[in-house]
């Protein structure tokens, strides 16, 4: 490993976590709380499967050009 592959702009948590087990805590994580959940990466791409989302948010919202432009500028404020 080189210290340009240990920089955190070149991390990606899929270089060093099991996907499977990841998705696990997020489908529990989504249970337990209540709450809908998704990884996002850097770059804006999904990294994990979309748990405990309506109906409405994923028909509707996500579904829909103007309802993907306004959750990702929603998602991209948290950060």
């Known amino acids: 490993m080189t210290y340009k592959s240990l920089r955190p702009d070149s991390m990606r ?14 489908s529990n994580w989504a ?3 209540g709450l809908a959940t998704v990884a996002v990466g850097a770059d804006g791409e999904y ?12 028909k509707l919202t996500r579904g829909s050009e103007e309802g993907c432009k306004s959750n990702l500028v929603n998602s991209q404020e948290v950060f």
Request: net charge negative.
């Open 31 to 33: 249970k337990a709380t």
């Open 47 to 58: 990294i994990s499967d979309c748990y405990n989302f309506t109906d409405f948010c994923i």
């Open 13 to 26: 948590i899929q270089d060093f976590t099991d996907m499977k087990k990841f998705e696990q805590i997020m």
